[in-house]
């Protein structure tokens, strides 16, 4: 049975994931959101403006089922990133989650420390049995965070995806809330 108890913050010891607030815009556009090459590589949307972004984040479903965190610095409240549930299949008690850094904070463990404390959470708290995550192309560095999380490949969905005129692959890995036990 799912839990819904919507994102709430989550600590590691150099992060803080939370949900943004109307006084993080500034730094979240500025840092994160107005980079065109980095959204694109991201799979974030790109804005013209501040105004569109908080348009765009205004309207955002903000329901108890919705998990999505942005990822701040703790010693600097800088944003660096953002993780968060992408798809849901409660009655399966499977979700897929995503997750992306931007390139001048990349190399630094961000997105697996990350995902090393949302996923017991996904699957301790709100109570998902399998949580997959998928990554596109030849993009090692989240190959990586998934193997570092103790998610396990399970395949690869070829030229699923559609990006900048061509195809491509996308991989994906999973983790069961059995495969916990052995977590670290």
């Known amino acids: 049975m799912i839990n819904h108890i919507g994102t709430i913050p989550l600590e590691t010891e150099r992060l803080i994931l939370r949900k943004a ?18 959204s694109d590589k ?16 205004e309207t ?3 329901a108890k089922n919705i998990y999505s965190w942005t990822i701040f610095l703790k010693n600097s409240n800088t944003p660096v990133g953002s993780i968060g549930v992408h798809s849901q299949e409660d009655d399966m008690l499977s979700c897929a ?18 995902l090393k404390v949302v996923l017991p959470f996904l699957l301790n708290q709100v109570g998902y049995n399998r949580i997959f995550a998928k ?14 999380c ?4 399970e395949g690869t969905e070829r030229q699923s995806y559609y990006n900048n005129g061509q195809f491509v692959d996308r ?7 059995e495969d916990l036990k052995e977590y670290t």
């Open 135 to 148: 990554y596109r192309g030849n993009n090692i560095a989240s190959k990586r965070v998934l193997e570092k």
């Open 21 to 38: 607030s109307k006084a993080d815009y500034d730094n979240i556009f500025n840092d994160l959101l107005s980079d065109k090459e980095a």
């Open 150 to 153: 103790k998610m396990v490949f």
């Open 60 to 62: 955002v479903d903000i």
């Open 97 to 114: 989650i995503g997750y992306s850094i931007h390139n001048k904070y990349c190399n630094n463990g961000y997105a697996t420390e990350s």
């Open 171 to 177: 991989h994906i890995y999973s983790i069961l809330k």
């Open 42 to 57: 991201a799979g974030w949307k790109y804005f013209n403006n501040k105004e569109e972004m908080i348009e765009s984040f």
